[in-house]
């Protein structure tokens, strides 16, 4: 079946723009979660949505950032007045129902800000 | 907090050559743990995973063993080929009170013919 995908996946945009990037998440996962991965380091976590339940934004850097799940599906991060330590590979992932554990990425979407 | 502390890398063997790739972790309660592998030019992908204390997970000739005394989950190959040639990362999940994942920094490994 299909797997995760990412939109765009690649968005070069200038300081300061607002930006929104997309996920569709594996049907029927009921997690999704939203990581950072900047140049030659490790995955740093941002935001986790499991159903209905209220997400844990405990990851975002800053207030600039946000991120929403519509109908417990697709999901956009959108990073407001974008600064250029904004740049990196934003990854999404989903998880099957409580339980299963492990998660399923998709290929990213490459941020640079210039 | 949580945390994963992997070895640093880059890890460069000749084929054929063991490998071990060590990765400690510090968390409350008991987490699952995982290996994840991204290949050059790929998406991440889970390569293996335990879920409680003396688990042995294995995968593609890699194997992995939830020490709980020693918090570690050391992944190992007895004979590596340059296919396997990617960044590693290992990950703990908690089971309970929501499911946030961390990850160490990566360790990439280069394989020789």
């Known amino acids: 079946g299909a797997g995760v995908s990412q939109s765009p996946s690649n968005k070069v945009t200038e300081k300061g723009k607002d930006v929104e990037l997309r996920c569709d998440p594996i049907?029927?996962?009921?997690?999704l979660y939203w990581y950072r991965q900047s140049l030659g380091q490790g995955l740093e976590f941002l935001i986790y949505?499991?159903?209905?339940?209220?997400?844990?934004k405990s990851g975002l850097p800053s207030d600039r950032f946000s991120a929403e799940r519509t109908g417990g599906s697709v999901s956009t991060l959108t990073i407001q007045r974008t600064q250029q330590e904004d740049s990196a590979v934003y990854l999404c992932?989903?998880?099957?129902?409580?339980?299963?554990?492990?998660?399923?990425f998709g290929p990213g979407t490459r941020l640079t800000v210039t | 907090g949580d945390s994963v502390t992997q070895m640093e890398g880059p890890v460069t063997l000749s084929e054929e050559a063991f490998l071990t790739i060590n990765c400690t972790y510090t968390?409350?309660?008991?987490?699952?743990l995982f290996w994840y592998v991204q290949y050059p030019g790929e998406g991440l992908q889970l390569l293996l995973k335990?879920?409680?204390?003396?688990d042995k997970g294995s995968n593609k000739g890699f194997e992995a063993t939830y020490r709980k005394e020693t918090t570690s989950f050391h992944l190992e190959k007895g004979s590596v080929q340059v296919s396997d040639s990617a960044v590693y990362f290992c990950?703990?999940?908690?089971?309970?009170?929501?499911?946030?994942?961390?990850f160490g920094a990566g360790t990439r490994l280069f394989v020789k013919a």
């Open positions: 992932a989903s998880s099957p129902p409580p339980g299963a554990l492990e998660q399923y």
């Open positions: 049907s029927g996962h009921t997690a």
């Open positions: 949505f499991q159903g209905n339940s209220a997400p844990d």
């Open positions: 968390a409350t309660g008991y987490p699952s």
């Open positions: 335990a879920t409680k204390a003396d």
């Open positions: 990950a703990l999940t908690r089971n309970t009170g929501g499911f946030k994942t961390i």
